[in-house]
């Protein structure tokens, strides 16, 4: 078997989202879009991942270092260490063509298969990457390419074939004549060459398109011209083409993810009454039997056990873990907090940065007053503790197993200290 590598593009510019932050590091269900082109590469085997960055570079090598946290924010974005990554700079954004060729000085000595990617095609799947590798290693090719038929094609690279099928190279859509653009099979960018045979081809690429830039989209036909066998296998889902240019792509494309999310959790014993009005990002866990009530909204790592009741209007944040049996109604916000079997919080809630012990009850209107201007602090509270409704917990603070506060009650450590450690009904009188 042929030793294979990936690379992925990741240099651009990206004019069309308007940002100044790199296009592959903007979100896709909580997670950056070139996370999970680098999930399916580890997915499908690779040996090393070569990824092409330029623009806004160290913003995207941070972005998958776990000892790195955003300054501005109490979240830490916990992308996995990348030891299987070799950075490759592109200083100036020639083209896609050029980008690859940046990769030469690191593989001008590799002899095996490379995988070709774009960092802004997140919906990418790891079944079409393997008929990828199984038509190109079986066909024997120099070069396979996997293609999708869109209803609308506008904005992707057009496949011309000859009246054989067989392919003969790209158009870009920029390039291409009125004939051309009606067209509907596009180029998704799911490329694997033959090593050798793609550089020697890179060499020969000339900008010579309405963008004057260098494509890599023109080593097709320049392969096919040195009597390489090249195929272009339709392979390609609709939905799974869609590469990111601009924030409406962005968005359709979080939902197609949002789609799947949900359908997998589904599959798991997963109940979500309403998807369309569900969010729940790609890093949360879910339990068997737990319910998911409308419109609520689960951001970062968030894990929940089995047999919870979630909403509706719940909005749970990174760092949340629910064991199992919790019940959570509405308006009720969790955030980096662990709430053990059975704690019931069902109104207009805030636990943050807390530790909720089993069976506790937290009433109506209750909060954790974690954050006291300059410090966030951590509220403990033990089993089967009682916390009447509109309570006030002023972090720091711990809560004895079985302490009972009663209704209205602003608590402190102080004031706990005061009862001997343990809050009873006459702490709040
Ligand atoms: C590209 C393809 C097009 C295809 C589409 C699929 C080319 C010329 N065109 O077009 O056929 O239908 O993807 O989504 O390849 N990049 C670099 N360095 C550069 C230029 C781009 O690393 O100098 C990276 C970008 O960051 C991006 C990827 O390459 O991740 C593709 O570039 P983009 O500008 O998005 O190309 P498209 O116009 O989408
Ligand atoms: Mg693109």
């Known amino acids: 078997m042929a030793e294979r590598v990936a690379i992925i593009l990741a ?34 085997g690779v040996s090393k991942i070569y990824v092409v960055v330029g623009f806004s570079a160290e913003q995207v090598k941070g972005r998958f270092d776990p000892h790195r946290f955003a300054s501005n ?15 490759v700079q592109q200083d100036e954004q020639l083209g896609t063509a050029h980008a690859v060729l940046c990769c030469k000085e690191y593989l001008k000595d590799f002899d095996g298969e490379m995988l070709v990617l774009c960092g802004d095609g997140p919906l990418i799947q790891v079944e079409t990457l393997k008929t990828l590798i199984e038509k190109h290693e079986s066909g024997q090719s120099a070069a396979t ?28 859509d920029s390039d291409c004549t009125p004939g051309q653009l009606a067209i509907k099979e596009i180029n998704p960018s799911y490329y694997l060459f033959n090593s050798k045979v793609l550089f020697e081809a890179l060499e020969n690429v000339k900008p010579d398109n309405v963008k004057k830039e260098y494509y890599l989209t023109d080593v097709l036909s320049g392969i096919i011209g040195t009597g390489h066998k090249v195929l272009a296998i339709t392979a ?22 949002q789609r799947r999310i949900q359908r997998e959790l589904m599959e798991h014993g997963v109940t979500i009454v309403d998807p369309a009005n569900t969010w729940i990002d790609a890093r949360a866990q879910i339990g068997q039997d737990t319910v998911i009530e409308p419109f609520t909204y689960i951001h970062g790592e968030v894990k929940i056990g089995h047999d919870c009741r979630i909403g509706p209007f719940a909005y749970l944040r990174h760092g949340t873990v629910l064991k199992n049996d919790v019940v959570l109604g509405v308006y009720t916000e969790v955030k980096n907090s662990t709430l053990a079997d059975g704690v019931r919080a069902r109104h207009h809630s805030y636990i943050g940065d807390a530790t909720v012990g089993e069976n506790v009850n937290i009433g109506a209107g209750s909060i954790t007053a974690n954050f006291d201007g300059q410090n966030i602090s951590r509220t403990n509270i033990g089993n089967n503790c009682y916390i009447g409704s509109g309570t006030v917990l ?33 702490v709040s009188k």
């Not at 979240?75 to 950075?87: G, K, M």
């Not at 390609?236 to 993810?257: D, T, W």
């Not at 302490?403 to 200290?417: D, L, R």
């Open 73 to 87: 924010s109490a979240e830490p974005q916990t992308e996995a260490v990348a030891e299987d990554i070799v950075w």
């Open 145 to 172: 390419l996997a293609t999708a038929i869109l209803e609308d094609p506008s904005g992707y690279g057009r496949i011309i074939r000859d009246a054989y099928g067989n392919m003969q190279g790209i158009v870009e």
């Open 394 to 426: 002023i972090a720091p603070l711990e809560l004895q197993d079985g302490s009972h506060i009663n209704a209205g009650t602003v608590v402190s450590q102080k004031s706990v200290n005061e009862l001997g450690g343990k809050a009873e009904r006459d």
């Open 236 to 257: 390609v889902q609709p939905e799974e083409a869609v590469g990111i240019n601009s924030r409406a792509q962005l968005s359709a494309a979080s939902k197609i993810m």
């Open 11 to 44: 240099a651009g510019v990206s004019k069309r989202m308007n940002t100044q932050m790199a296009k592959v590091l903007h979100e896709v269900c909580g997670r950056p879009m070139l996370a999970y082109v680098l999930d399916a590469c580890r997915e499908i």
